[in-house]
Structure formats: C-alpha cells, structure tokens
C-alpha cells in the first residue's frame, strides 16, 4: 500500500504564496512521476503540475505556468508544490498522486494513488 499525506495548505491573500507539500510512505516507486491536481467546488478535477523521479522533467497546467513550481526530495519521499502570485481562481483542494510509472502524465487516469487533498484559498 501507498500513502500520501498532503499538507500546508491555508487561506492567502491574492498575490501572495504558499508551499503545499506531500510525504509518501508504504510501498516504494524508483521511477515513478508525481503529479499535483486540484479540484474548486462544482467543478471537476483538473490537472496542476507533473515531475519525473529524476526532477529534471516537469510539465504544467498553462493556467499556473510561471507561477508554480512542482519539485521532490527521493531522500524525504516528498513533493513540494510552491505557488506564487496567487489568484482567487487558484482555490481548491489541492491533490498529489503518484503515477503508475516513469512518464509524467497530465491524464488523471495515469495515476493510482491519491492522497487526501489540502485545502487552498486564496482571498480578493
């Protein structure tokens, strides 16, 4: 089994930033990307950002391009997702997965565990 704890989620002004993090436990990947996705009430679950295991490969959702960063520490079994100029549209719970292989995918389908989600709300 697989476990990820999201957590430092919060309520930040627009413009401001903030750091969301996920530590995993259980059942180890060495190759495995991890994704971000987030999900605003009454709308569906849409993809934020992607990393490969080595780092060095990253893709992100247009709407968050240049202003977040996705990056993981393998030693801690952490992702970080570090989100600046924040907008009120950036709110929503906040979810990091972990893909079933190597390739950074956008595809929800593309991943198979999930944790609980953070909440983020960013305020006008």
């Known amino acids: 089994q697989v476990q990820l704890v999201e957590s430092g989620g919060g309520l930040v002004q627009a413009g401001g930033s903030l750091r969301v993090s996920c530590a995993a436990s259980?059942?180890?990947?060495?190759?495995?990307?991890m994704g971000w996705f987030r999900q605003a009430p009454g709308k569906e679950r849409e993809f934020v950002a992607v990393?490969?295991?080595?780092?060095?490969?990253?893709d992100y959702a247009d709407s968050v391009k240049g202003r977040f960063t996705i990056s993981r520490d393998n030693a801690k079994n952490t992702v970080y997702l570090q989100m600046n100029s924040l907008k009120p549209e950036d709110t929503a719970a906040y979810y990091c997965?972990?893909?079933?292989?190597?390739?950074?995918?956008?595809?929800?389908?593309?991943?198979?565990?999930w944790g609980q989600g953070t909440q983020v709300t960013v305020s006008s």
């Open positions: 997965a972990r893909a079933f292989g190597a390739a950074p995918v956008r595809t929800d389908l593309g991943y198979g565990y």
């Open positions: 259980g059942r180890p990947c060495n190759s495995c990307a």
């Open positions: 990393v490969s295991w080595s780092g060095q490969t990253t």
